[in-house]
């Protein structure tokens, strides 16, 4: 039997120890808080935990037949008449026991794709999906009944189901007319067009071969070009649908025939007006035909309760398909529907609600006031929401889905934070939400707080509470930093500090530029933040930095794809120096090429395939007459360069510098065959682990490398306050955040840094092979950018909180750090106020963002073993909750490895 | 035409590819695909739309319902259409 690592390292007094401040008890321990939802929620979440993963073709249908139809006509045209048209014609579903309706497909949780972005997976999958919908027609039905590891997740084809990238399923009579939809768009989409001018330029050689050796995850401008920003629900909030429409119109009077000085984009203004126009009524349709159809059903009904509740959607959907909302039902059943409607124009992941508890707080206090509605009832309301926004699939190539977003769509919702005039805006209804998220225990919303001193006690340990009910949320971030990051990058677009109070998280931690909108209510005036500015998934995504520094060590070759992906350096590296700049030479040339062709990708899709809905939604389009693509947002600088595996990058040139530059006890090239030979390891594919511990010996090794690996193992690692090692993340941290604003993005905006893995350290680390911190050959990286990596954080928090403080956070978009917690380390009272103790350190330190997992590794390792008995279990990832059955194995692996503080 | 199942009536509520409930009975969970009961009410779709023609081995025909004609699906659900004629 091949020996283990863990078996190896024991054997020489260097246990691998996973735990720190003590030991767990042996017995496994469930989470101190638990809660329910009311019998209506926790039956809608029961359906969602029955539910596969469904697409459909109808709204690309109904998009493609009359994008077709409108040949010739102007773009923002032709795009906005499809939209409506889809919109028109989608068939409204109603869920028995629901009391917010409306989805983005008529499935519980639906999506559909979008051709017209990207139709290439499809088409490379044409034979074998067709092929399959021919042999699934065989096998039983039944089959379904035995469907859940994996959770909603269509792994595999059954019955008249076919399974689309391993994760959608859809019906067999659909897929000829998926791929029909498919080749209508071959050489169209954005994909298509994109590509074909991207190879103009003069790098892109070198950027197909830092994609296909992963050192770039993906393209962002055909794959999701929308996301992780705010929303604002400003407009319809205030104004409602019909009063759009009016200005609309008065802006096509107003500036039709007019450039008004504009040359370029003046004339455009008729266009976008037209065009929000045409989508404006699209929606309308959309919400009237729920209410048409809840009118059906009322009339089919017998029970008189669900009659009325029938009824009650009726007179509320055909309220506000054309006025303000009137109470907070209403107000949050719009604010969703704008939600949805926002998700259905584009392929978007991390479309944020933003800091929804303050934009409805106007409904919520007059409603409270004259005694319309109860907190009960808020309560009820909030947790159907919180089912709502589980349902949300985003349809996109399994590469993104699965090793991005671990099939979340990150849905964060902003609490707390300061008002427009500096003082705390946490309120009653926050708390709700916090409760609703402990009651009702889903991935999305996500919650993050914007951590400030101004924030009161009671607040701070309600989002505590939650914390310890093991959801993995709320994040923590810093209202503070985020506010001056967005100071120095939107400041030159005309960012002022009341806006900046605006912040809002959108997808994982993405700080956001937002802005403030005066509400009226009943004549009463109310100040609501709201997202302003372009997405931030947008830009070159993701680096791999291990990735980057395995390139320094083979002179740009890459061995698992035989590819020479950089030019060759062709240094003989002798000094940590020259490792060092030969490092950030390199990293340069990848963040150039993949700016360059990323930023063709995106021109394309601004041209043929810019929002009109979403733009209409966000100041200034509306005023200004320009939808996203002619600069009609409020801030425009929001591309960014992300990277991941920060944590491995760092802690290999640590070891690099120690044990062959100033020690000198192995030689470079000693070195270097250690890391080609893995150590003596099979790699991480092999053995089915994609964890550290869990890897094994070769049949055939003789022991060569254990001594140089136990070296690169014992050497100083990130967390620990390390004299030697901080340093380097210093300097890496400021080169790093400079560099990325060298680059600009296709608006003529300086990019910035963005450090988050989301699921990236999986597959990337995937496709890297070992470094020189002693990891070996396809395990995943440590998570995050500021997290340590798995049992090598041997000082405690407080010191992990000094190293990755040792620089300035606030030059980044943000820095992420995870910490996993035994749930008995903050039992309690006491233990509630240690853990917000230990929160407020690392802010008052000046960390970005701090995220806890309070959960016993034990359960999380039962939970592979038994997925069937955890279809509930959540965990936080990087930057978002997930179910834990949802949740690729090198993800899980990585997640059950990290250090479990038993103390804190 | 091919077998209807509950992805055809009326009363069926699609929750996923392979289940729904059924508004006639109950709201009870049922698979797609099973065979459907005395009150079975046809949902709209192109398939049972007047203006649905020319339809080849995988369900896709032409829908002539429109003042521009252009193909359709048999299964596409016509609730919302205006051209659909029984």
Known sequence: ?????????????????????????????????????????????????????????????????????????????????????????STPVIFPGEKLVGGKAPYYRGSFPYPWLSEGFFMAKEDELYQAALAAGKASAD??????????????????????????????EEVPVLTKLAREWVNKSVDDVGHKYEQLVPEYGIKENVMRSVICMFDSGYTLPQGREV???????????????????????????????????????????????????????????????????????????????????????????????????????????????????????????????????????????????????????????????TCIDCFASMGVVAGVLSSNTFNNLTMGGLTRDGQSAA?????????????????????????????????LLKAIECEKAGTGYPAWMNNRGGMEFLMKQYGPEGMTLEDARAIAIGGCLETSPCVWKELTLNDKKYWIPGGAGQPTSVGVHFISNPKVLEMVLTNGYDARTGLQVLPPHNKKLETYEELVGQFKAYYEIVVDCLATTNNIQHDIWRKHNMCIYNSLLKPDCLERGQHIGNLGYRFNATFNVESCGTCNQINSLAAMKKLVYDEKKYTLAEMLDALKNNFGFKTAAQVGSFSLEAQEKRDDDTGKYDEIHADCLRAPKHGNNDPLVDPILKDYEEWFCDMCRKYESLYGKPMYACQI??????????????????????????????????????????????????????QSQNSQMNLKIH???????????????????????????????IVDSKVLKDAQQHPENYRDLLVRVAGFTQYWVEIGKPIQDEIVARTEYEGV | MTKLNHTDCRNYIPIDVAKGMC???????????????????????????KNFTDVDDKGIGCCEGFKVKDWTYADLKAVTCEHFVK
Request: proline content about 4%.
């Open chain 1, 231 to 389: 929303i604002n629900y400003y407009y319809p909030l205030n104004y409602g649908y019909d009063r759009l429409i009016e200005m609309c119109e008065e802006g096509k009077a107003r500036v039709a025939g007019r450039p008004d000085g504009d040359g370029v984009a003046g004339m455009d203004r008729l266009y976008f007006y037209e065009a929000a126009k045409l989508v404006l009524e699209g929606i309308q349709a959309w919400y009237l035909n729920y209410a048409k159809e809840a009118k059906r059903l009322a009339s089919v009904t017998a029970d008189p309760a669900q009659k009325a509740e029938f009824e009650e959607i009726a007179d509320c959907m055909e309220w506000i398909a054309h006025k303000q909302p009137r109470t907070f039902r209403e107000a949050l059943q719009m604010t969703w529907m704008i939600h949805v409607g926002v998700l259905q124009e584009d392929s978007i992941s991390g479309m944020s609600p933003g800091r929804v508890g303050q934009v409805l707080y106007p409904w919520f206090e007059q409603d409270i006031e004259a005694g319309r509605i109860t907190e009960a009832e808020v309560l009820d309301l909030l947790e159907s929401h919180r089912v709502k926004m």
């Open chain 2, 23 to 49: 508004h006639a009975h109950g709201d009870k969970i049922i698979l797609a695909d099973g065979d459907t009961c005395p009150q079975f009410e046809a949902l709209p779709k192109c398939k049972f739309c």
């Open chain 1, 427 to 459: 309120n009653r209804l926050e708390m709700l939400i916090i409760e609703a998220g402990i009651t009702c225990q889903t991935t999305n919303p996500t919650l993050s707080i914007m951590y400030d001193e101004k924030l009161p006690e009671e607040f």
């Open chain 1, 1 to 89: 039997m091949a020996k283990k690592l863990v078996d190896i390292l024991e054997e020489k007094g260097m246990s691998l120890n996973l735990q720190y401040g003590g030991t767990a008890p042996a017995e496994l321990t469930d989470r101190e808080i638990k809660k329910e939802p009311t019998p209506r929620n926790k039956k809608l979440r029961d359906i969602y935990f029955q539910t596969l993963s469904s697409t459909t073709c109808e709204f690309t249908y109904w998009y493609n037949r009359k994008f077709k139809e409108m040949d010739g006509d102007v773009i923002e045209i032709r795009r906005a008449a499809a939209l409506k048209n889809a919109f028109v014609h």
């Open chain 1, 757 to 810: 893995s989301v699921s990236t350290h999986g597959a990337q680390g995937a496709s890297t092979g070992a470094t020189p911190d002693g990891r070996l050959a396809g395990t995943t990286f440590a998570d995050a950018s500021m997290s340590a990596y798995p049992g090598t954080d041997r000082n405690g928090a407080y010191a992990l909180f000094e190293s990755a403080c040792c620089w300035d956070h606030s």
């Open chain 1, 823 to 853: 749930p008995n380390a903050v039992r309690g009272i006491e233990g509630a106020k240690k853990l917000l103790d230990l929160t407020r350190s690392y802010m008052r330190r000046g960390g970005y963002h701090l995220q806890f997992n």
């Open chain 1, 143 to 172: 089959e379904v009944s035995t469907f859940g590891a994996g959770g909603g997740n269509v792994t595999k084809s059954f019955g008249n189901v076919v399974s689309i990238s391993g994760k959608y399923g859809i019906r067999k």
